[in-house]
Structures are given as C-alpha cells and as structure tokens.
C-alpha cells in the first residue's frame, strides 16, 4: 500500500500539553533533570522565569471565555525555548515534548526569544559585562597563583567562527565567506574572565572580517587606563593580532622565529614563559566550546536574518554568563578558584 497524503504532526497525534513530557519533569522539579534540559536547576529557571513573565503575556487565564493557547503556562513556553537551545533535535521532537504541532512552536519560539531577550537584559547575573579594577586584580592573583612565571593576566581571548544558512544573493555570500575556511560563516571574538564568565564579546560579524577588525573595541579597553588596571591584560594564541597601543596588555606566546633571533641566554627563560602563557590560553579553548557544548543550537547553522540570528547568539552567551553566575558550573572557573 502506498501513501500519498501529505505528511505533518496533527493536534490529535499529540499528548496534551498538560500532561506532556515537560510538564511532568517540571512538576517532579528534579534538579539533574532540569540542568539537563534547559541548562538551569529549578531555583535558577524561577529566577529566570519572573523576569520572563514580564514581558511574555498569555492572552488567555483560567475561567475565562474563548480559546485556550496550546501552551497555558508562562514555564512550559520558557522552557520550550530554552530546551530548542539547550538540544541539537528536530522541531518534530519538541512537539512531541511539549504536545504543540509545528505551526504553533514556530510562533511560540519567535515571540519566545524576543521575551527572553529582554528579561536577559535586565537580569545582571545575565550581563556580558568588563569586570571592576577590583576584579581585574582579584583575578590576576589567581592566574598568578596557578602559574607563577606570568603576572597581571586575568582573562583570555580568541576568535569563533560558527557557521550560517547561506543565502541566495551572491554579494551577501561573499561577505560571510571565509577563505581561510572554505566555508560560509558568521564570526566574532570572545573573551573569558578566569571566572569562567564571558567579560566581552564582538559577537555576529560577516565570515569575511578579521580579529584585528573585530577585536578593535577591545584593544581600545584594554589600553584605557581609566578601565584596565595598568600592568593587567589577557592572553591569546600566536596569531591574534597586537598592537602598540596593548602590548604588554595582549600576551601571547613565542611566534616561529622568535626564540632564534633572541639572544641565546634569555631563551630559556622565554621559552618557559611562553609555554606558560600557552598553558593558560587552554583557558580560551574551554570557554570558546562552553557555550556550544551546553546550548547545542549554536552546532547547527544559524539563521541568515542578522536581526535573528543576532538575537539568538546574545541571548545564548547572556545565558551562558547567567548560568555560570548562578550555578558556578564552568570549566575554567575550578582551575584558579579550586
């Protein structure tokens, strides 16, 4: 037999949302389980949730007249949300999650993420934000303490390249292709505090740009001795570039070349130094995959609208930094704060 119906989930194939999968993990509010699937233990997803509740309305309430919304709780639709970022699966899966055929998720996630959006904004445990000279010296003193050759460093930075629906228009391809690559993407460069927070962030830029253009907001800050403590900076790789106005304020190790044409009794001694500040860029690299490997939706390509791919990646990193904040859970954090 052969069948040629057309081939979508119905409203009657569904459970209801009442009663659905979500629901009863919410209900049992069992802390691993949480964290599993929306990246938050219960007490953090209520914080969260009142200051989502302000800016996403159910037009429907209990005993009033007309249709009910398939989702009649402010949690079910945070956590539908924040389960689409937290999970590499496809939209069919969450409907069968949350008991809402496909058309209805797609209107719930894209109010959804404009909701959240805002109540990550005016959650300070959730702000991308350059830390206090206070901070700066506090975290310098623990990189120091773990590795005693390096002074004054208390963050680290590196690029990230995350990849994109290409677009049909053959201009914005070659704006967002990378030729280092081969391949058609968005990029942006990151910096980590040893808190494990994200401290700074140039975030949604076309494939096509350098560290050089995107980090420039960044050097401006790190050589403003009005916000960065003078004889403090970050590290990064070899290849990221420096420039007059930061050295000292962006180390980075030996480049090929340059233990030869040093004079041969200090190569020892910069030799160790530089195996010292490739030690902690280890830092970068745990913090560049932090957020993919907890919100895997930044493992899939991203949305070409700017507006909403933009939108999607703050609202990722913002809930990164407030999961951290409010979990401790990072794994640069437990290397110089043990």
Known sequence: MHYQGEEYLTVASLSDPTNSA????YNEGHPGSFVAAVSLPPASFKVLLAEFSKFYKLK?????????????????????????????????????????PPATLSNILATAEVALELALNALPDAAIRYPTNYTQLDWSKAVQAHEPLV??????????NYRV?????????????????YSVLITGTLCYGCDGTLIWA?????????????????????ADVRITVPGTGVAADTAFPVSKGTRG?????????DLECAPERCRLGMLAMSNAIT???????????????????????????????GRRIQNIYCLYNFRVRQT???????????
């Open 22 to 25: 979500w629901q009863r993990l």
């Open 60 to 100: 429907w309430r209990p005993r009033r007249q007309g249709r009910p919304p398939k989702l009649r709780f402010l949690h079910a639709v945070l956590g539908c949300v924040l389960h689409f970022y937290t999970s590499a699966v496809e939209m069919k899966t969450l409907c069968e999650i949350f008991g809402v």
């Open 151 to 160: 002074s004054g460093i208390r963050g680290f930075v590196d690029g990230k």
């Open 165 to 181: 629906q290409e677009p049909s228009d053959v201009d914005l391809q070659n704006a967002h292709y990378n030729g280092w690559l």
């Open 202 to 222: 140039k975030l949604n830029c076309p494939g096509s740009w350098n560290d050089g253009e995107m980090s420039f907001a960044l050097q401006e800050k790190l």
């Open 249 to 257: 304020r962006i180390v980075t190790p030996l480049k090929d070349g």
């Open 279 to 309: 030690s902690l860029r280890q830092a970068a690299e745990w913090g560049m995959g932090s957020a993919p490997r907890c919100y895997r939706q930044l493992q899939w390509p991203l949305p070409f609208d700017p507006v909403k791919r």
């Open 328 to 338: 401790g859970i990072s794994q640069i954090r437990p290397v110089f704060y043990a």
